[in-house]
């Protein structure tokens, strides 16, 4: 089975920095294109950002382009998102995915497995 294993989440202040990652286990990920999705309090799970397998093709949500980097070290089977300019809104749980294909995933419906999330706290 599938394990997804997140970390790097914390507090920061609005304007600054954090890098999460996601380490995966059980499964040929290297193999199969992957992604992070956010929850915030009271709101529906929505898609952040995707990778293919091979890490050549990428694609953000029109909220954190520019700002977030999602990149994946295959030798450590770990999936990052580096978060840059963070924004008071940009608070929820962040949770990494599997998807069962190899080709960039935009819908959360779309992914097979998710992990547990890492929470992201952005205030003054």
């Known amino acids: 089975e599938v394990q997804l294993v997140e970390s790097g989440g914390g507090l920061v202040q609005p304007g600054g920095s954090l890098r999460l990652s996601c380490v995966a286990a059980g499964c040929a990920c290297n193999n199969h294109a992957m992604g992070w999705g956010r929850q915030a309090p009271g709101k529906g799970l929505e898609w952040v950002s995707g990778s293919s397998a091979s890490g050549m093709t990428t694609s953000y949500a029109n909220f954190v382009k520019g700002r977030f980097a999602i990149s994946r070290d295959s030798a450590k089977d770990t999936l990052y998102l580096q978060m840059n300019s963070l924004k008071v809104e940009d608070s929820a749980v962040y949770s990494c995915?599997?998807?069962?294909?190899?080709?960039?995933?935009?819908?959360?419906?779309?992914?097979?497995?998710w992990g547990q999330g890492t929470q992201v706290t952005v205030s003054s």
């Open positions: 995915a599997h998807s069962p294909g190899d080709a960039v995933v935009v819908a959360t419906t779309d992914y097979d497995y």
